[in-house]
């Protein structure tokens, strides 16, 4: 059975930072590239920032410069880190592992609220 259980989100103010974590099971976790999205009432589900598996990242542009992404494949977990953090992050963080060869998944999310 494959799982996403991600962790870390919370109640920060802004300018401050937080890291999200995202614990992976059932799947050989070095086969996928890793995501990580975000999504508030109304809107689409847009993607944060992505890592390859072979560690290359890309960073959306709403947050480039204040979010990192990384992954461990020894602890088959990916990261977010995210600091200067601003009101307008606020939403449901959710982690997704994609493969065109084995499939895609989703966490259940975490929520991450910036109050200003």
């Known amino acids: 059975q494959v799982q996403l259980v991600e962790s870390g989100g919370g109640l920060v103010q802004a300018g401050g930072s937080l890291r999200l974590s995202c614990a992976a099971s059932?799947?050989?976790?070095?086969?996928?590239?890793m995501g990580w999205y975000r999504q508030t009432p109304g809107k689409q589900r847009e993607l944060v920032a992505g890592i390859t598996r072979d560690g290359t990242s890309n960073i959306s542009e709403s947050v480039k410069g204040r979010f990192t992404i990384s992954r461990d494949n020894a602890k088959n977990t990916v990261y977010l880190q995210m600091n200067s953090l601003k009101p307008e992050d606020t939403a449901v963080y959710y982690c997704?592992?994609?493969?065109?060869?084995?499939?895609?998944?989703w966490g259940q999310g975490t929520q991450v609220t910036v109050s200003s």
């Open positions: 059932g799947i050989t976790f070095s086969r996928y590239s």
């Open positions: 997704n592992a994609d493969s065109p060869l084995y499939g895609r998944y």
